[in-house]
Protein backbone atom coordinates (compact mmCIF):
# COMPACT_ATOMS: atom_id res chain seq x y z
CA UNK A 1 0.00 0.00 0.00
CA UNK A 2 1.57 3.51 -0.82
CA UNK A 3 2.24 5.88 1.83
CA UNK A 4 2.01 9.57 1.94
CA UNK A 5 5.25 9.90 0.36
CA UNK A 6 5.04 7.89 -2.07
CA UNK A 7 1.94 9.84 -3.43
CA UNK A 8 3.31 12.90 -3.00
CA UNK A 9 6.64 12.47 -4.75
CA UNK A 10 4.31 11.27 -8.12
CA UNK A 11 2.93 15.18 -8.41
CA UNK A 12 4.89 17.42 -9.45
CA UNK A 13 6.11 19.86 -6.70
CA UNK A 14 3.81 22.73 -7.81
CA UNK A 15 1.40 24.74 -6.20
CA UNK A 16 -1.59 23.94 -8.67
CA UNK A 17 -1.18 20.13 -7.31
CA UNK A 18 -1.91 21.06 -3.88
CA UNK A 19 -5.79 19.98 -4.13
CA UNK A 20 -4.93 16.90 -5.62
CA UNK A 21 -2.72 15.89 -3.33
CA UNK A 22 -5.31 16.66 0.08
CA UNK A 23 -7.74 14.45 -2.30
CA UNK A 24 -5.36 11.93 -2.65
CA UNK A 25 -3.67 11.54 0.83
CA UNK A 26 -7.35 11.71 2.14
CA UNK A 27 -8.32 8.70 -0.25
CA UNK A 28 -4.84 7.00 1.10
CA UNK A 29 -5.30 7.66 5.15
CA UNK A 30 -9.73 8.45 5.70
CA UNK A 31 -8.72 11.92 6.71
CA UNK A 32 -6.02 14.78 6.36
CA UNK A 33 -3.78 14.45 9.74
CA UNK A 34 -1.28 17.26 11.02
CA UNK A 35 1.64 15.21 10.27
CA UNK A 36 0.53 15.09 6.86
CA UNK A 37 -0.30 18.88 6.38
CA UNK A 38 3.28 19.14 7.45
CA UNK A 39 4.52 16.90 4.77
CA UNK A 40 2.57 18.03 1.77
CA UNK A 41 3.45 21.83 3.24
CA UNK A 42 7.41 20.88 2.78
CA UNK A 43 6.57 19.36 -0.20
CA UNK A 44 5.19 22.11 -2.28
CA UNK A 45 7.02 24.50 0.41
CA UNK A 46 4.00 26.17 1.08
CA UNK A 47 3.32 27.12 5.33
CA UNK A 48 1.24 24.63 6.84
CA UNK A 49 -1.21 27.82 7.88
CA UNK A 50 -2.13 27.80 4.32
CA UNK A 51 -2.57 24.40 3.62
CA UNK A 52 -5.28 24.18 6.77
CA UNK A 53 -6.78 27.51 4.65
CA UNK A 54 -7.39 25.44 2.00
CA UNK A 55 -8.20 22.33 4.16
CA UNK A 56 -10.87 24.36 5.70
CA UNK A 57 -12.18 26.16 3.01
CA UNK A 58 -13.91 22.48 1.27
CA UNK A 59 -15.99 20.77 2.98
CA UNK A 60 -14.95 17.35 1.23
CA UNK A 61 -11.97 17.26 3.24
CA UNK A 62 -12.09 15.83 6.89
CA UNK A 63 -9.25 16.52 9.76
CA UNK A 64 -10.61 13.60 12.08
CA UNK A 65 -9.30 9.92 11.80
CA UNK A 66 -12.48 8.35 10.78
CA UNK A 67 -13.89 5.42 13.00
CA UNK A 68 -12.97 1.68 11.91
CA UNK A 69 -16.65 1.10 10.97
CA UNK A 70 -18.61 4.11 9.00
CA UNK A 71 -22.37 3.85 9.31
CA UNK A 72 -23.78 5.55 6.46
CA UNK A 73 -27.33 6.30 7.11
CA UNK A 74 -29.36 6.72 4.27
CA UNK A 75 -31.78 10.12 3.64
CA UNK A 76 -32.85 9.59 0.61
CA UNK A 77 -36.07 10.03 -0.32
CA UNK A 78 -37.87 6.34 0.45
CA UNK A 79 -35.84 6.04 3.03
CA UNK A 80 -36.54 8.82 4.33
CA UNK A 81 -40.19 8.41 4.72
CA UNK A 82 -39.87 5.01 6.30
CA UNK A 83 -38.36 6.29 9.29
CA UNK A 84 -34.38 7.83 8.44
CA UNK A 85 -34.50 10.15 11.39
CA UNK A 86 -35.60 7.37 13.57
CA UNK A 87 -32.73 5.31 12.48
CA UNK A 88 -30.50 7.64 13.02
CA UNK A 89 -31.82 8.57 16.57
CA UNK A 90 -31.77 5.02 17.26
CA UNK A 91 -27.92 4.96 16.59
CA UNK A 92 -27.44 7.96 18.85
CA UNK A 93 -28.66 6.73 21.65
CA UNK A 94 -26.69 3.41 21.00
CA UNK A 95 -23.57 4.46 19.90
CA UNK A 96 -23.72 8.07 21.58
CA UNK A 97 -22.57 9.74 18.22
CA UNK A 98 -24.08 11.88 15.91
CA UNK A 99 -24.43 12.85 12.35
CA UNK A 100 -20.69 13.62 11.52
CA UNK A 101 -19.25 12.42 14.92
CA UNK A 102 -16.59 9.57 15.83
CA UNK A 103 -16.95 7.97 19.10
CA UNK A 104 -14.11 8.01 21.63
CA UNK A 105 -12.85 4.10 20.90
CA UNK A 106 -12.37 5.40 16.77
CA UNK A 107 -15.08 1.86 16.44
CA UNK A 108 -17.70 4.02 14.76
CA UNK A 109 -18.72 7.16 12.59
CA UNK A 110 -22.46 8.17 11.90
CA UNK A 111 -22.72 10.02 8.55
CA UNK A 112 -25.78 10.90 6.83
CA UNK A 113 -26.07 10.17 3.09
CA UNK A 114 -28.41 10.61 -0.03
CA UNK A 115 -29.59 7.49 -1.77
CA UNK A 116 -27.76 3.92 -1.30
CA UNK A 117 -29.64 2.74 -4.15
CA UNK A 118 -31.24 -0.09 -2.32
CA UNK A 119 -34.77 1.85 -1.73
CA UNK A 120 -36.97 -1.26 -2.15
CA UNK A 121 -34.99 -2.01 1.26
CA UNK A 122 -36.14 1.46 3.47
CA UNK A 123 -35.21 2.12 5.90
CA UNK A 124 -31.31 1.42 4.71
CA UNK A 125 -27.57 1.49 6.52
CA UNK A 126 -24.32 1.14 5.41
CA UNK A 127 -21.59 -0.28 7.09
CA UNK A 128 -18.36 0.27 5.08
CA UNK A 129 -19.67 -0.72 1.86
CA UNK A 130 -22.20 -3.54 3.51
CA UNK A 131 -26.15 -2.79 3.43
CA UNK A 132 -28.78 -3.51 5.79
CA UNK A 133 -32.16 -2.85 5.10
CA UNK A 134 -35.48 -2.94 5.95
CA UNK A 135 -34.20 -2.09 9.43
CA UNK A 136 -36.60 -1.44 12.40
CA UNK A 137 -35.17 -1.02 16.02
CA UNK A 138 -34.20 -4.61 16.49
CA UNK A 139 -32.44 -5.61 13.84
CA UNK A 140 -30.52 -2.22 14.08
CA UNK A 141 -29.27 -3.02 17.77
CA UNK A 142 -28.88 -6.81 16.64
CA UNK A 143 -26.78 -4.91 13.68
CA UNK A 144 -24.59 -2.90 16.28
CA UNK A 145 -24.49 -5.52 18.33
CA UNK A 146 -22.50 -7.39 16.06
CA UNK A 147 -19.87 -4.85 14.95
CA UNK A 148 -19.07 -4.08 18.79
CA UNK A 149 -18.60 -7.79 19.36
CA UNK A 150 -16.03 -7.80 16.77
CA UNK A 151 -14.69 -4.57 17.85
S1 LIG B 1 -33.57 6.26 -0.53
FE1 LIG B 1 -32.46 5.00 0.84
S2 LIG B 1 -31.65 3.50 -0.46
FE2 LIG B 1 -32.65 4.81 -1.81
Given at each position: MPDVNTTLRELEKDRSNLIKALQQVQELEGYISDT??????????????????????????????????????????????????????????????????????????????????????APVIGINGKIFGNLDRKKLLKVLKQYKQMG
Open positions: DISEISDYFSIPPVEVEGVLSFYAQFKREKPGKYIISVCDGTACHIKGASLIANWITDDLGIKDGETDEEGLFSLVTVACLGCCSL
